[in-house]
């Protein structure tokens, strides 16, 4: 199992951390989900075989940015 860590903005309200992290949990392989608003953080779980990018592209497709930090 492998970790990634991504800073996420554009987050303001428990409605965008549902959004981000129905988002990211939707990515195949993923098997959990961190999402702190206050922070602008995410830390996702996944299998290794999913491209980190995959977790980017899906937080910018729910509106908002991503960089893995």
Known sequence: MSSLHL???GMH???CKTKVERALK???GTFGV???VEHG???VDFDGKTSPQAYVE???AAGYSAVPD
């Open 26 to 28: 939707n990515v195949p």
């Open 58 to 60: 899906a937080v910018r």
């Open 13 to 15: 309200c428990a409605h």
């Open 34 to 36: 961190s999402v702190d």
């Open 7 to 9: 800073k996420v903005t």
């Open 41 to 43: 953080e995410a830390e």
